[in-house]
């Protein structure tokens, strides 16, 4: 047994801590310093009352808590002991605790499913079946570099672009957007880092908490959780059925947006008629509902898509996302919504406060791209190269799945909408691929009671590693529904 300690140090009474407060920090100090070892026996309640000259109350609420902590514990006989676990209690109570600050913040994580996907989407070996990005044999590499040899640029191209973005690009956007019949001024254009960064801003910058975002199913946006994270009911609603009288029995008296892809939608890949589009335009503007158009995918039709939502809109009532992600380079962080000009001046406040703006080089690429022949050009050749992709995947399709699967033809994009006649698409199938390094993007991220679909994209994988993984998934099906 160890001897009884003797104090000589006494609280301070004329600072802000309390006296409890530097008690037990003085007795934990002690202890976590090694100078009162495990076993050690701290003198009895009354002692240290008089030996530190406060309330016998104060010594009896510091010890206490000191035992609710498992510092000190109290042992049969009497008297209080420094505990056996002590030292580890009290690193443990010294670090922050991580995990109780990271499920308490506001941003939701991700499924799971996607988590693994992010994972091994960085392995080389993997073959990616479902990945929404263009394979590096598409990419304009050569003609990027060259770029960048052609470009002059000035100190202030350079600097921190203006709050909105770089004015040439913003100017260049203009008149590429008035082709499509998108009246556009370059002051109710903000430039963005990417259609994610677009929906991240909106939904920080214009909406109430547990305001209403709609959207069609299955969706990407069950996929992020850029409004999930910032408090909003998001609601999947079919746009085939009394649209209105839906949206209006769910909107209430609440701030609501519509969220759709007219063009290419992700992950089905469809594209939304004339009619079904003026008809939603026409719903939402009588029910007082933006609507955002997400329009990444448009360029990458392989017949002329309808004309834009926001091409249609007399009324300020569409806010309009594009990129260059899906069409020249993911690397380039480079995308634009257009809106009225308070909203675009809203969102421009919100990202200059997150980031100070996007890449003054990626903005300069884009914009010697947009006002030379450069990006139509790529553009053009690259659905050509496309649509030779979805036609090689199709045969393959036809040959090994018709019995056991169906899909519509693509129409452009990156995405075969695959549906398997039983539902067993389910994580065990999506975990066992990954074990024969093949990496799908399962329906039930977009829609969390889909187990019918896999999102099949022929854009990245090499037509070889397409083979291969399609010849590999179709096994892998075949083997779960012998078992069934």
């Known amino acids: 047994m160890k001897g009884l300690i003797l104090l000589q140090w006494k609280p301070n009474r004329t600072i802000h801590l309390s006296l409890h407060d530097q008690i037990y920090n003085w007795i934990s100090a002690r202890i ?29 609420q510091v010890l206490d808590e000191l035992k609710a902590n498992g510092i000190v514990e109290s042992k049969l006989g009497g008297g209080t002991y420094v505990s056996n676990n002590s030292w580890n209690r009290l690193l443990n109570h010294e670090q922050p605790n991580w995990h109780k600050h990271i499920h308490a913040s506001i941003h939701e994580p991700n499924f799971h499913t996607i988590q693994l996907i992010n994972e091994h989407e960085q392995d080389p070996s993997m073959i990616r079946l479902g990945t929404g990005e263009l394979s590096p044999d598409l990419l304009p590499t ?12 000035h100190a202030r191209d350079i600097g921190y672009s203006e709050p909105k ?35 991240q801003l909106i939904s920080l910058g214009i909406l109430e908490q547990r305001s209403n975002v709609f959207q069609e199913p299955p969706s990407y946006l069950n996929s992020i959780h850029p409004f999930q994270s910032a408090g909003m009911r998001v609601i999947s609603v079919s746009i085939e059925q ?42 939402c503007t009588s029910l007082h509902i933006p609507i955002i158009e997400d329009d990444v995918y448009h360029e990458l039709a392989f017949e002329d898509a309808p004309p834009s939502l926001k091409s249609m809109d007399q009324s300020g009532q569409v806010l309009y996302i594009g990129s260059v992600s899906k069409t020249l380079s993911p690397g380039l962080r480079i995308g634009w919504v257009v809106a009225p000009e308070p909203v675009i001046n809203r969102l421009a406040d919100i990202k200059m406060q997150t980031d100070y703006g996007s890449s003054a080089f990626s903005q300069q690429i884009v914009t010697h791209w947009l006002t030379s022949s450069l990006y139509e050009s790529h553009v053009g050749r690259l659905r ?25 033809k693509p129409k452009g994009g990156f995405y075969i909408w695959l549906r398997f006649n039983e539902p067993i698409v389910h994580k065990a199938l999506f975990q066992q691929l990954i074990k024969q390094k093949v990496l799908i993007n399962p329906g039930y991220i977009y829609d969390p009671k889909d187990f019918h679909h896999i999102r099949l994209s022929y854009a990245y994988a090499t037509l070889e590693e397409l083979k291969e993984g399609l010849h590999i998934l179709v096994k892998a099906i075949n083997g779960v529904l012998d078992k069934n």
Do not use: C
């Open 384 to 408: 050509q190269q496309l649509q030779k992709r979805a036609a090689f995947v199709e045969t393959i399709l036809t040959k090994d799945f018709g019995q056991i699967a169906a899909w519509e």
């Open 32 to 60: 976590q310093q090694g100078e009162w070892t495990i076993g050690t026996k701290l003198p009895s309640q009354r002692k240290l009352s008089e030996m530190l000259e406060v309330n016998r109350s104060t010594v009896i």
């Open 165 to 199: 973005g770089s004015k040439k690009l913003r100017v260049a956007l203009s008149e590429y957007l008035q082709k499509r019949g998108i009246h556009a001024s370059p002051e109710s254009i903000l430039i963005v880092s990417g259609a994610l960064q677009a929906l």
């Open 242 to 283: 009394q649209l209105k009288k839906t949206l209006k029995a769910l909107k209430g008296k609440k701030q609501s947006l519509f969220y759709t892809v007219p063009t290419l939608n992700n992950p089905t890949g469809r594209i939304l008629s004339i009619e079904e589009r003026r008809a939603l335009l026409e719903i």
């Open 142 to 153: 050569a003609l990027l570099e060259h770029s960048l040899q052609t470009i002059s640029l």
